[in-house]
């Protein structure tokens, strides 16, 4: 059983920035991948990336892609996602996940085998 807990959310305006980070009780080696996740208001929770347990490997969401970067840090148990240039669309609460599986699940929403419990992340206009 993987423990994580995000951390690093709260208020930003449009154009600013945003580090969210992740910390797991148990040593992120052991999960292949690692996630982030978002649900705003209403809305289905959508992937946002993930990356794999080497990092050379990363995977993003359209609406990210260029503006957010996901990273970990194994010998720290931390999985981190800095967000730039936010738009007011990216307020939601966000999740980290991990999956102990080494294949790319056909929907990473579906394909994580453990969540955090979330971090809102407001962004005003």
């Known amino acids: 059983q993987v423990q994580l807990e995000e951390s690093g959310g709260g208020l930003v305006q449009a154009g600013g920035s945003l580090r969210l980070s992740c910390a797991a009780s148990e040593r992120t080696g052991s999960s292949y991948f690692m996630g982030w996740f978002r649900q705003a208001p209403g809305k289905e929770r959508e992937f946002v990336g993930a990356i794999a347990r080497g990092g050379s490997r990363t995977y993003y969401a359209g609406s990210v892609k260029g503006r957010f970067t996901i990273s970990r840090d194994n010998a720290q148990n931390t999985v981190h996602l800095q967000m730039n240039s936010l738009k007011p669309e990216d307020t939601a609460t966000y999740y980290c996940?991990?999956?102990?599986?080494?294949?790319?699940?056909?929907?990473?929403?579906?394909?994580?085998?453990?969540w955090g419990k979330g971090t809102l992340v407001t962004v005003s206009s």
């Open positions: 996940a991990a999956r102990g599986r080494i294949t790319v699940p056909q929907q990473w929403l579906y394909g994580m085998d453990y």
